[in-house]
C-alpha cells in the first residue's frame, strides 16, 4: 500500500511541475489581445487558461491527499525497539586502581620528597 501511494504521489508530483510550467503568465494576455495568434489553439478559442488552471488544481489536490496519507502511515509504523536497545555494548575488563606508589615519575620531573642539599644553605635553628 505504502508503495502504491509513493508511486502515485511521484507521478502527481511530476505531472504538477509539467503544468505549473506550461501554463502562460498574466502579460501573455496582452499578445493575444492585439491578435497574435495564440488565440487560436488547441485547447479551443477561450485558450488553454480554464482547462489547465482546473487540472492544476486538481493534481495540486491529490498531491495534497497523498501527502496526508503517506504522513498517516508513516506515523502508524510500529518500531518493536528503541534504536538505543539495539546498539551492542562491548564488555569492557574492570579498571585496576593504581597505587600513588606504582606510578612511576615522568622523565625529567623532580622526585616526590626533596632534601637538603649537602653543605648547603639550611636556614639557622
Not at 493575444?32 to 488565440?39: E, W
Request: hydrophobic share 50%.
Amino acid at each position: 500500500m505504502d508503495t502504491l501511494i509513493v508511486i502515485v504521489h511521484i507521478i502527481v508530483a511530476v505531472a504538477l511541475i509539467a503544468l505549473v510550467l506550461v501554463q502562460h503568465g498574466k502579460g501573455a494576455d496582452m499578445g493575444a489581445a492585439f491578435g497574435s495568434g495564440a488565440s487560436a489553439t488547441v485547447f479551443g478559442s477561450r485558450g488553454s487558461g480554464s482547462f489547465l488552471t482546473r487540472t492544476t488544481g486538481i493534481l495540486a489536490a491529490v498531491f495534497f491527499l497523498t501527502s496526508l496519507g503517506l504522513a498517516y502511515l508513516s506515523g502508524r509504523a510500529v518500531h518493536k525497539e528503541s534504536v538505543v536497545d539495539s546498539v551492542t555494548t562491548m564488555p569492557s575488563a574492570p579498571a585496576k586502581a593504581a597505587a600513588p606508589a606504582d606510578v612511576p615519575a615522568a622523565p625529567g620531573s623532580a622526585p616526590a620528597t626533596t632534601t637538603a642539599p649537602a653543605g648547603g644553605n639550611l636556614p639557622p635553628e
